[in-house]
Nanobody, 124 residues
Framework: QVQLVESGGGLVQAGGSLRLSCAAS????????MGWFRQAAGKEREFVVG????????YYADSVKGRFTISRDNAKNTVYLQMNSLKPEDTAVYYC?????????????????WGQGTQVTVSS
């Protein structure tokens, strides 16, 4: 049974930082590209950032470039999202997802497995 478990969400003031983690089990982690998506209240889920199987390639949404950093540790079956300079508009439920492709795709329909999400709230 595949499980993706996100952690690290919470409440932070604008300008602050959070680090999200997503621990994977039940799959060959290094065989999956990983992505982070987010969904704000009343809005559709959107792509945030993705990382290739090897970690050698990443792709960021324009809204988070220069502020967020994705990384992965294949030995620990974990992907991370370091979020700096947070803004109120970053408030959302953040989901990690796994995709069998080698490289990053931004289409959420391409992803095979999803976590349950973790809430990130940025106060102004």
């Amino acid at each position: 049974q595949v499980q993706l478990v996100e952690s690290g969400g919470g409440l932070v003031q604008a300008g602050g930082s959070l680090r999200l983690s997503c621990a994977a089990s039940g799959l060959s982690f290094r065989g999956y590209a990983m992505g982070w998506f987010r969904q704000a209240a009343g809005k559709e889920r959107e792509f945030v950032v993705g990382i290739s199987q090897s970690g050698g390639s990443t792709y960021y949404a324009d809204s988070v470039k220069g502020r967020f950093t994705i990384s992965r540790d294949n030995a620990k079956n974990t992907v991370y999202l370091q979020m700096n300079s947070l803004k109120p508009e970053d408030t959302a439920v953040y989901y990690c997802a796994a995709d069998r492709r080698i490289n990053v795709v931004t289409d959420e329909g391409s992803y095979d497995f999803w976590g349950q999400g973790t809430q990130v709230t940025v106060s102004s």
